[in-house]
């Protein structure tokens, strides 16, 4: 039977309240109707989301949909929306054209806003999809920075400051859906398809299950065309990832660990736990996951021609002790592209660090990796750099016209500088009867 599209409506509210990370250990968060993370939006491709914000903030904010190929007007940065002040609401109206694992976010101020808790995850449903699992689970990965009270806490001397400012801020404090060190439950014999959204500002999370296969499914932009079978797969802020988890044994406690993965910090990376799945009683099992997922057709081959360089580097800041820059700049206004003409962009990280690209509004492919096609083909928005790398992208700007952005989801480097602003304009335009300057972001 077909779906009939529906309207899905939901009202959030941005206040600031107590929440309990641990029983005994709470924090002053902020975040959507008094939990971290807000509910999860659920809807089927196809469907009109409708979603009523209000905030009860003392400051402004916005919300960013991560991932979704919504109207320029409706992204929710600087650019295309006046914040929403305290005591307004907003209504954000937008339909849902694919399947997926997206989240949403705040997009003003985001270093304290999304480090309280500002965030969920939304999830669109394709009732076509063959996709069959036991059960289903949305893991949201955050980190806090909380001192001996459970504060917030900003670095106060310099140096601490710089080592923020440069690795990002990585908390000490692990969470999984808003609680530290949760217990999982599941059954003997299943398998699940849990959903792994990075929310952290700066974590990677390098996604380990005991040791145990699990099969990716699908990343930022739905599904894959086949699933993969690996034991780990690193996850930067921003990206998602569905895996096939399971079938455990009865009586087996299983943590779910980020193994460490150097991004070339100051602060060293280490194994750690965020959660413990304990395996209960035996199920009969209905999960099916089909050899071929979908077909993806590629956007563009390999030797595609370049038609924008992007560099992500640092440079030295007498005021900061350095810079986050694109093209030698900070906070950019990059030129247009035009509906409907193929972009294929090559993004080089010439930094001695890690950095994950994110593209609004928009998935790309990613055609080449240091001279080299990737293994899979994958819709992405979110695409990690190692330090002197450099990717070739393609993506194809459709009728959506209006301001969209680009930038490091490490949150203190986009605050820094890294980031850029850029129009879609109407293809059968010219150029020049286009110049939007803005300096927001
Ligand atoms: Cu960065």
């Known amino acids: ?123 669109v449903e394709d009732p076509a999809e063959q996709v069959i699992t036991d059960a289903e689970k949305i893991f949201m990965i955050d980190d806090m920075k909380l001192d001996a009270k459970n504060r917030f806490t900003k670095p106060g001397w310099l140096f601490p400051r710089i080592k923020e400012r440069h690795d990002g801020r990585q908390g000490n404090t692990l969470l999984i859906n808003g609680k530290e ?78 193994l460490a993965y150097n991004r070339m910090t100051f602060l060293k990376s280490k194994r750690q736990a965020f959660a413990t799945v304990q395996v209960g009683k035996e199920r009969s099992s209905i999960t099916n996951i089909p050899e071929k997922l979908r077909k993806i057709e590629p956007l563009a081959q390999q030797d595609a021609p370049v038609t924008r360089k992007i560099k992500f580097s640092v440079g030295p800041s007498l005021k900061n002790g350095m810079n986050f820059l694109i093209n030698n700049k900070v906070h950019v206004d990059d030129k247009p592209v035009k509906a409907g003409e193929l972009q294929i962009w090559e993004i080089s990280n010439t930094s001695l660090m890690d950095h994950p690209f994110h593209l609004h509004g928009e998935f790309f492919q990613v055609i080449e990796e240091n001279g080299k096609a990737p293994g899979y083909r994958a819709w992405k928005d979110t695409y990690n750099l190692i330090p002197g790398s450099t990717i070739k992208i393609a993506w194809m700007p459709d009728n959506r016209l209006g301001m969209w952005m680009y930038h490091c989801h490490i949150l203190e480097h986009h605050e820094a500088g890294m980031m850029a602003n850029f129009e879609v304009i109407d293809g059968s335009k010219d150029d020049n009867q286009h110049s939007h300057h803005v300096h927001r972001h």
Request: net charge neutral; no cysteine.
């Open 1 to 123: 039977m077909k779906h009939q599209n529906q309207t899905v409506g939901y009202n959030l509210t941005a206040s600031k309240f107590q929440w309990d990370i641990a029983p005994g250990k709470t924090i002053t968060a902020w975040g959507f109707n008094n939990q971290i993370p807000a509910p999860a939006l659920k809807g089927k491709v196809g469907d009109t989301m409708v979603i009523r914000v209000k905030n009860d903030l003392e400051e402004p904010t916005t919300i960013h949909w991560h991932g979704l190929r919504i109207p320029s007007s409706m992204d929710g940065t600087g650019v295309v929306q006046e914040p929403i002040k305290p005591g307004e609401t907003f209504e954000y109206r937008f339909q849902l054209p694919d399947a997926g694992t997206f989240w949403f976010h705040s997009h003003v101020n985001e270093t304290v806003q999304m480090e309280r808790g500002m965030y969920g995850a939304l999830i």
């Open 181 to 258: 060190n949760p217990m999982i439950n599941v059954h003997a014999g299943q398998r699940e398809r849990w959903r792994f959204i990075n929310s952290s500002s700066a974590r990677y999370f390098y996604l380990y299950i005991g040791g145990k296969p699990f099969q990716i499914i699908g990343t930022d932009g739905g599904l894959l065309e086949s699933p993969i079978t690996v034991n780990k797969i690193l996850l930067t802020p921003g990206e998602r990832i569905d895996v096939i988890a399971g079938p455990f044994k009865e009586g087996e406690n299983i943590l779910i660990e980020s």
